[in-house]
């Protein structure tokens, strides 16, 4: 069991749990929110800041690197969340806030930005609609009033005072702009605008802002690139023209060419160094099955020097795999013995960095590393009570779909299991552009402790493996993404995995949808189905939810689902009769990504189809649940659920505090 001293600020105390029994899922070790999300060193290396799960928002803390006590913090409100943060210099640091309505639902940046000292003074609203006026007393305002949304973009070089952001006004598709925000004061002074709508930004090294990305209603992407901030803007892709996006990632260390990230017609994304002054572009990097997943920049900069792909396995990539950069990588994949490496955050000198280490069995552990002495020290970990030695398999497995195509997926199997055994195939929400990765996963851990096999599988539509790829889902809900999850299902007993007479089927969001569609096109193949905060009724997501509305949420819709007059007859609802098998269903009143109404109408189908069905509903939660007690009566109603078809392992009695 791994701990660390400094994980003590995130715990205010630990519950006395009796041991559990042989045959029972202590949930209580997947009920336990991780220590901290993610956390950065600062620029001269004195503090990190780390943002901490709460039940329902996301605070953020700073601890002094010296004594590893707390010396600052931010708490937002309810259902708001410490979303992302940087550190504009070694004192201060600046926090995106997000809201998201739900454990499960998708942070929206609120586009508010909260600036706090790393003593926890001065804690500051910058910018966001929430910015207040001094009142007509004063003629003293430095934050503008107005409804906008900001974005850090960057910080500015040699310039421990401002920082570069991206201005969204409250309009529809609007034309943004860039302003350099003071930390201290909020004061702004615009510096550049957008010529194409929706955009985001790229800087230089000079702090001066030359590549603008985006698209209007229409969903048309554009890449324009300008030599300098005197300059005017040229557009050097449209994906109308050329069937291609081309976003910026940075520029070399000359400063002379930049760095693209180009969706290619067919397989994953490359990245591209293109010159401008000749247009000529040269493929630096490409993996022959998936997307880049994140930059590597050269610590203490951000002059992009390789990538961090996630494959079967995760692995780094460099534009010079003899570089400086490329050897320390090496080190320290050799030093962590085959858990995937990456590094955070650094000092600005580049001399220490943040360093994090996991795998599928291991949420995660956090080093600090310094380049020079070539030493690394324990931080924290991600879930100090996870032993990784305990932990199910996770292993990556691959096959043809019916039509040929090539899918990825992992398998999570029970520690000390060999042969068949039951089953719980888990399509993951979304759908588009969302991807299982095979790192730690709760849900699947818990379903594995409670002796089920887990199959999670990367359907067509899934991000992570090229344009084409995602596309090949487009207008397929219930269609030939469904087959790929019945072909997973069907691998899986073929190549012994599963027990085919005891396989059910569950997933969240889309992955309910998925769920109980194929209850309803494959009655035999299925022992029972659940659904939690899913979409059973096409049709309504065109009327209901908060993708429909803005127009280009309205052309997202057309585009990726297809005529809502023609998704009638894919929609679970409708099929109820079809279904044989007992359903599970659970949905929260406050959910407007998948609104409550869906899992009404699938339950009042089924009862009228005579379908065993049971159903929770929480009125005070939204897309996933928030709150430990109702998290803990969901889980022990799922696994009694899945004993019932499986003959798993059901949860434990709570543990009294």
């Not at 949420?363 to 070539?374: E, K, L, Q």
Request: with cysteine; aromatic share 10%.
């Amino acid at each position: 069991m791994r701990y660390s001293t400094l994980a003590a600020w995130a715990v205010a105390a630990l519950l006395c749990v009796p041991a559990a029994s042989a045959k029972a899922v202590d949930l209580e070790q997947y009920l336990k929110r991780d220590t901290f999300a993610d956390i950065k060193l600062s620029p001269g290396g004195d503090y990190y800041a780390a943002t901490v799960p709460m039940e329902d928002r996301t605070a953020l803390a700073i601890l002094s690197r010296s004594t590893g006590e707390v010396v600052g913090s931010f708490v937002p409100p309810r259902n708001n969340h410490a979303s992302d943060f940087e550190w504009a210099n070694n004192e201060r640091v600046l926090i995106g806030l997000a809201e998201k309505l739900g454990s499960l639902d998708q942070p929206r940046l609120t586009g508010e930005l909260y600036a706090i000292n790393a003593n926890g003074g001065r804690g500051e609203l910058l910018v966001g609609y929430r910015v207040e006026s001094k009142g007509p007393g004063t003629r003293i305002q430095p934050k503008k009033v107005e409804d906008v949304a900001a974005f850090l973009i960057d910080t500015v070089p040699q310039d421990d005072r401002n920082v570069l952001v991206s201005i969204w006004p409250f309009s529809e598709d609007p034309f943004t702009r860039v302003d350099r925000l003071e930390i201290n004061s909020g004061r702004r002074q615009t510096v550049a605008r957008s010529p194409v709508r929706n955009a985001d930004f790229v800087s230089d090294a000079q702090g001066q802002i030359r590549f603008a990305h985006g698209s209007g209603a229409d969903n048309n992407n554009k890449l324009y690139y300008r030599e300098s901030s005197t300059s005017n803007w040229l557009l050097i892709n449209d994906e109308g023209v050329n069937k291609r996006i081309e976003r910026a990632l940075g520029f070399s260390e000359d400063g002379r060419q930049a760095y693209l990230r180009v969706e290619q017609g067919n397989g994953p994304d490359a990245i591209v160094r293109w010159d401008p002054t000749t247009d000529k572009r040269v493929e630096v990097l490409r993996d022959p099955v998936v997307d880049p997943d994140r930059l590597i920049y050269r610590p203490g900069t951000r002059i992009p020097v390789g990538a961090l792909y996630l494959g079967d396995t995760p692995r780094t990539r460099f534009f010079d795999e003899q570089s400086a950069d490329a050897r320390l990588y090496r080190s320290l994949e050799a030093a962590f013995g085959g858990d995937a490496v990456f590094i955070t955050s650094s000092t600005r000198d580049g001399k220490q960095v943040l360093v994090q280490a996991w795998s599928g069995r291991n949420p995660g552990d956090f080093y600090i590393f310094d380049t020079v002495a070539r030493k690394a020290e324990h931080l924290i970990s991600r879930s100090a009570w996870v032993d990784p030695e305990k932990t199910a398999k996770v292993q990556p497995f691959a096959f043809k779909a019916r039509d040929g195509m090539q899918l990825h997926g992992y398998l999570t199997t029970p520690a000390g299991s060999s042969g068949k055994q039951p089953l719980v195939v888990v399509p993951h929400g979304g759908p588009f552009g969302i991807f299982d990765d095979g790192s730690y996963d709760i849900e699947s851990q818990m379903l594995a402790s409670a002796g089920y096999a887990v199959l999670q599988l990367n359907f067509r539509g899934s991000g992570n493996y090229g344009r084409a790829y995602q596309a090949a889902g487009a207008q397929q809900w219930g269609r030939t993404m469904q087959d790929d999850v019945t072909d997973a299902t069907r691998w899986a007993i073929e190549q012994g995995h599963a027990d085919a007479s005891r396989i059910c089927i569950y997933g969240a969001s889309y992955g309910a949808y998925a769920a109980l569609m194929g209850a309803a096109r494959e009655p035999g193949l299925y022992k029972c189905a659940a659904g939690y905060v899913g979409v059973y009724d096409l049709p309504m997501m065109f009327s209901r939810g908060d993708i429909q509305r803005t127009g280009s949420g309205e052309t997202y819709l057309k585009e990726w689902l297809g005529n809502p007059a023609q998704l009638g007859e894919v929609s679970p609802v409708n099929l109820a009769a079809s279904i044989k098998v007992p359903v599970f269903l659970a949905a929260g009143g406050e959910d407007q990504r998948a609104p409550e109404q869906h899992t009404r109408r699938m339950e009042a189908a089924l009862k009228k189809a005579g379908v065993p069905v049971e159903s929770l509903y929480y009125s005070t939660e939204g897309h996933g649940f928030y709150t430990d007690p109702h998290r803990r009566e969901y889980y022990s109603k799922l696994l009694a659920f899945l004993s019932r078809s499986l003959g798993g392992q059901t949860a434990a009695a709570a543990a009294q505090p």
